[in-house]
């Protein structure tokens, strides 16, 4: 695959954030916290995601996985529709309503929050194969965005476009992105 520049608007998520390597016990949790929220909504409007960062001087993957600071993220089913989501409408009340009926699920329901962001210019690209080998493709974004006079500025963002467990996992690797200098 080839990275590209796009563009990314305001969107809405049910987000956890936490501390911890993927897939680890925090970060499952997280997850499950998400889909039990989002399930309690009418179930998940897309694909989860996930946002990394580290707070070390040293690039990101070469931190300890342990250390590796995350938000995970899933869009609410039913604000697709007509544009809600992008616009950021969620019901008064709906997370509530949804904690209450998720509590049961053993998940940490509490932790979900409602995030807006956008990210604007951004240079992303579909990896195929294991997490274990994001780097290189992550190695193809970095030649890209210096060769477009792009530098990095903000968070890493994964789409999982299948299920973890996947023999031939995709996932969309984003980075926002600025003109250097």
């Known amino acids: 695959m080839t990275p590209e520049v796009v563009t990314h608007g305001p969107v809405t998520r049910l987000s956890?954030?936490?501390?911890?390597?993927?897939g680890g016990a925090e970060h499952a949790a997280a997850i499950?916290?998400?889909?039990?929220?989002?399930?309690?909504m009418g179930g998940p409007g897309g694909p989860l995601e996930g946002m990394w960062w580290v707070e070390d001087e040293r690039p990101?993957?070469?931190?300890?996985?342990?250390?590796?600071r995350w938000h995970v993220l899933l869009p609410p089913?039913?604000?697709?529709?007509?544009?809600?989501?992008?616009?950021?409408?969620?019901e008064a009340g709906a997370l509530e309503r949804a904690r209450e009926a998720a509590r049961g699920s053993?998940?940490?329901?509490d932790r979900v929050q409602v995030v807006t962001f956008t990210e604007g210019l951004c240079v992303e690209m579909v990896h195929e194969g294991p997490f274990s080998e994001e780097h290189v493709s992550l190695a193809v974004m970095e030649e890209f965005m210096a060769a477009g006079g792009l530098v990095p500025c903000g968070m890493?963002?994964?789409v999982?476009?299948?299920a973890f467990d996947d023999p031939l996992p995709r996932t969309v690797l984003r980075q926002p992105v600025r003109a250097a200098g």
Do not use: C
């Open 106 to 109: 053993g998940a940490a329901v």
């Open 77 to 90: 089913a039913g604000l697709l529709e007509a544009g809600a989501l992008e616009a950021g409408a969620l």
């Open 32 to 40: 499950r916290a998400l889909y039990a929220v989002a399930g309690a």
């Open 60 to 68: 990101g993957l070469e931190v300890e996985r342990e250390l590796w």
């Open 16 to 22: 956890v954030s936490g501390v911890g390597a993927p």
């Open 160 to 162: 999982y476009l299948t």
């Open 156 to 158: 890493h963002h994964e």
